[in-house]
């Protein structure tokens, strides 16, 4: 890389890591991921891959465009915020009912009553887990917000062909945090598959989703 260029790289990669650090739903998906053992690197390629097209879409783009239309924006929020209430409800029904666990824990096999019955749900398809990870990477405001939007608009603090170097660092930046998630959750993953931490997971999430709809939300007023 050009000496002159590093600034750039590495700016590019503080945004995107201090925006996606936070706990938000493309994170606690992973996690879920990871503690089921279901798919996980291949939801961490989605989630990665999602937010590396984001900022292309941003720095090559959306932000030389002035940004989205008031119109565009507003759908695309309004979509997103519906997707994750919808999507907290469904946390919140399995924090509310844990016992309706066990019957799924029964459809794998598992015995009823055992933890494993109660924390694991039905084994779910690669094409499921796709779409799940897409769901929670495209039908987000709040990811593509963050990427393309704020680093998009980011980058035009820097000339060509720095502005480039800047997304590149943003992407680097996305890619080394999922990994380094999907990493961590796949080693102390199932130190925490138990009841209690799934229903505060749950809880959690559901708490954490709706108040992210919420804020969109009010964002369009």
């Not at 961490?44 to 783009?61: H, Q, R, Y």
């Not at 239309?69 to 907290?88: E, N, P």
Request: aromatic share 8%; charged share 10%; hydrophobic share 55%.
């Amino acid at each position: 890389m050009n000496p002159f260029t590093a600034p750039a790289f590495f700016a590019g990669m503080l945004l995107s890591l201090s925006l996606i650090m936070a706990i938000g739903p493309q994170n606690a998906h992973v996690i879920r991921s990871g503690i089921l053992r279901q798919h996980l690197w291949l939801t961490v390629a989605v989630c990665a891959a999602s937010d590396v097209v984001f900022i292309a879409l941003g720095v090559a783009g959306l932000a030389q465009l002035g940004g989205l239309s008031d119109k565009l924006l507003g759908a695309m929020t309004g979509g997103g915020a519906l997707v994750l209430m919808l999507y907290g409800s469904q946390a919140m029904g399995r924090f509310l009912r844990p016992a309706a666990d066990t019957v799924a824990g029964a459809a794998t096999g598992a015995g009823v009553g055992t933890d494993a019955a109660i924390a694991t749900p039905p084994h779910i398809s690669p094409r499921r887990a796709i779409a799940a990870a897409l769901a929670f990477s495209w039908l987000n405001p709040h990811a593509w917000l963050d990427t393309a939007v704020v680093i998009g608009t980011a980058s035009l603090a820097y000339a060509r062909p720095d502005n480039a170097v800047f997304g590149l660092g943003a992407a680097t930046g996305s890619v080394l945090w999922f990994g380094a998630l999907g990493m961590t959750v796949f080693a102390i993953g199932q130190r925490m598959n138990s009841p209690t931490v799934w229903r505060a997971l749950d809880g959690l999430v559901a708490l954490m989703m709706w108040a992210t709809a919420v804020w969109l939300l009010v964002g369009l007023f």
